[in-house]
């Protein structure tokens, strides 16, 4: 059983699908294990490193040998047509955006695993990839916002006098919220939090900080994930939330919604109501924004000396733990599947047949 692990070829993508720490929990299941010449570089893996953990270098053409494909990003549609029909691939494997790759890989018959898709029940939680790397884009967007503020985030007691710490709103207290809040938290600065599902609130307090009730209509969907507002509701929303935005110094947003362009949370006439010098992280940028101009991949001036950064590629900011994270979640996911020594993809299985999104010709669903 071969498995290759391609270079990420994506702008921006730094990370790498298999990471040498994992290597032997592959091959001591049967597997030997190609990895692409220079795919490790962003997240501190020479080939050097890959060949001493078990795995051999390959050039890119050494994925039409492989029965199981690793990757980030999904494979281009040229490297579909490379691959031995039958073959398997995981990655992120967007339903929604992918289209091009979901096509590529309907024609070449492989069974092609969505991470987007692995169900969010507890088994799986070993093999959730959104989770782990929500859990860095949350982590870097307070660093982002540390780094760019011209404030301390902490309470100081000094001899020249006590420094008040920074006041920081979290929007969106999903899994990169609860993590900004975490790492907000650590650098010591106030924080409160909101999020459209009533039951987000006590993990919220349950990390120090503070919950906003808006006494809004809960918008709680399936799987525990948000449901779209109307724009009814999302303009009493944005009413509302203007004063808590005026009075912070750091505000992150996160929100999101499963297969939709991000909820649009706060307007140029919000944000314009913090004071000089406040800074703005807006996670969800590369999928339409949280706030009105953020562009992803830039820091821009807004209004009155606020900095607003669009997020672009945030997880890839944080290479060699987001890989190392994302390779765990992938072998979980490929072990799942190896039977006494071999490949057995069994569909009676609740996470094979939520995330296989291609088999055999079709596309399932
Ligand atoms: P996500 O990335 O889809 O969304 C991020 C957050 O934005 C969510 O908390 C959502 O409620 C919030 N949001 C959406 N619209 C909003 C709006 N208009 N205003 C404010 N907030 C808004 O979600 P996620 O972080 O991937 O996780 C969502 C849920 O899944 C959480 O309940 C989490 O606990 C749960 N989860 C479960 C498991 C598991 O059981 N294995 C694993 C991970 C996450």
Redesign the pocket.
Known sequence: MKIFVPKESKAGERRVALVPDVISKLTRAGFSVAIESGAGIHSSASDGDFEKAGATIAKAAAINEADVVLSVQPLTPPQFQQLKSGAITISFLSPVSAVESIEAAVKAKTTSFSLELVP???R??SM?A??SQ?LCAGYRAVLVAAEISPRFFPLLMTAAGTVTPANVLV???????LQAIATVRRLGAVVSA????P??AD?VKSMGASFIDLQLEA?EGA????RE?SEER?AK?RELLTPYISKSHVLIT?????GKTA?R?VTKEMYQTMSPGSVIVDLAAESGGNVEGSIAGETIEVANGIKLWGGKDVPSQLPFHASSLYSRNVVNLLLLMVKDGAINIDFADEIINAAALTHDGQKRG
């Open positions: 969010r029940i507890s799986a939680q959730d959104l989770t929500a929007l969106g207290a999903g899994v990169a919220g909101y999020d459209v599902r039951s987000s993990e918008l799987g525990g994930y948000a507002m999302a929303q996160t929100a999101a919604v499963p909820p949370l």
